[in-house]
C-alpha cells in the first residue's frame, strides 16, 4: 500500500529498507555522520510546507529516520536540499542524485571528500527511496 | 557524531591564500564542486599539496551525460576552474558522470600510481577499454594523468 511522502510511516519504510540492503551495508562501512533532507516546499504542488529528513546513519546502518522541520535536517553534518518536485525526481529515477549534484539541482552542504567516498553508499539509499511505495502529495 | 570539517570552511581558507579560484563570478555547480573537492583534498593532504604545487597542466573534463564540463588550468600551485572546455587542454576527461566520481575514488598505490586492479580501478580500466571513458592527450602524458588523479581522488 502506498504511503504519503515524507510522513513517519514513509520514514519507517525507508529506514527498513536501508536496512535491508546489503549493498548499503557494504558501501557505507565507515560512515558516521548524519544526513538532513530538506524539501523545499511548493505549495502549487500540494507541497505547502518546507520539511526535513534527518537520517541518523552509521558504519552500514540506519539507526534512525525521522521527519521533521527542515530546520532539524539543516543541523545535519551532511545536508541535501531540493524543492519537493526534485526530490520526487530522485525517488522515482528520473533525475539520479549523482547528476542532479553535479548540476546544482540538488544542493549539497558537507565535506565533498566524504561524500565522493562513499558515491556508491548515496546511490543505494536512491535505490531505497525508490523501493517505498508513495503517494505524492501531487498526485493525491 | 563527530562531524566532518565542511567544503565551505574548506574553500574560504584556501581563498586567502589564492589556491583556487574561478574564471567565472557564477561558477556551475560541476566547477564549484570540482574546485572545492581538490580544494579540500590539497588542504588536508600534504603529499597532494606537493603534486598540486608541481602541476602545470590544462585540463578538461565533460561529463557526457549533463552535457556539462570545466577546465581546470593549473599552474604550479595556483588552480583556476572555468565553465565548459577552454582551448589549448593536455588531456580532456569523457565520462558519464558516475564515472566521473569513480575516477576521484581511484586508490593510489606505489610510486603514486593509481591502483587499476581493485572494484573501482577494474570498472575505471573497462570504461577506458569501451570508449566508455575518453581521455584526449593519454599517451604524451600519463605522468600529468597520474599527478591530476592523485590531486583528484579523495581516496
Known amino acids: ?140 | 557524531m563527530h562531524g566532518p570539517s565542511t567544503g565551505r570552511m574548506a574553500r574560504r581558507k584556501l581563498d586567502e591564500a589564492g589556491l583556487v579560484q574561478y574564471a567565472s563570478s557564477e561558477p556551475s555547480a560541476f566547477a564549484g564542486m570540482l574546485g572545492g573537492l581538490i580544494e579540500a583534498n590539497v588542504v588536508a593532504d600534504p603529499d597532494k599539496r606537493k603534486d598540486f604545487d608541481a602541476l602545470a597542466a590544462r585540463v578538461g573534463i565533460w561529463v557526457t551525460d549533463i552535457d556539462e564540463g570545466v577546465t581546470l588550468v593549473f599552474d604550479a600551485g595556483r588552480l583556476t576552474v572555468y565553465n565548459g572546455l577552454e582551448p589549448n587542454r593536455t588531456l580532456t576527461i569523457r565520462a558519464e558522470a558516475e564515472t566521473v566520481m569513480s575516477l576521484s575514488n581511484l586508490k593510489i598505490g606505489l610510486f603514486g600510481v593509481p591502483v587499476y586492479f581493485d572494484e573501482v580501478g577494474r570498472g575505471v580500466a573497462l570504461k577506458l577499454m569501451r570508449g566508455k571513458l575518453r581521455i584526449d592527450g593519454l599517451l604524451a602524458n600519463i605522468a600529468t594523468l597520474n599527478r591530476v588523479t592523485r590531486v583528484f581522488s579523495v581516496q
Do not use: H
Open chain 1, 1 to 140: 500500500m502506498a504511503i504519503t511522502f515524507a510522513s513517519d510511516e514513509w520514514a519507517k519504510q525507508f529506514k527498513d529498507e536501508v536496512n535491508k540492503s546489503s549493498v548499503y551495508k557494504s558501501a557505507a562501512k565507515g560512515w558516521k555522520w548524519t544526513v538532513g533532507l530538506v524539501v523545499e516546499a511548493e505549495p502549487d504542488k500540494n507541497f505547502p510546507e518546507s520539511r526535513g529528513v534527518v537520517m541518523d546513519l552509521f558504519d552500514g546502518e540506519a539507526r534512525d529516520i525521522k521527519v521533521g522541520p527542515a530546520a532539524d535536517a539543516q543541523k545535519c553534518d551532511f545536508v541535501i536540499t531540493a524543492p519537493y518536485s526534485r526530490w520526487k525526481q530522485v525517488a522515482t529515477k528520473e533525475l539520479d542524485a549523482t547528476k542532479g549534484m553535479l548540476q546544482g539541482k540538488l544542493k549539497l552542504k558537507g565535506d565533498l571528500p566524504t561524500i565522493v567516498r562513499y558515491t556508491k553508499a548515496s546511490q543505494e539509499m536512491t535505490e531505497c527511496t525508490a523501493r517505498v511505495p508513495v503517494e505524492w502529495p501531487d498526485e493525491s
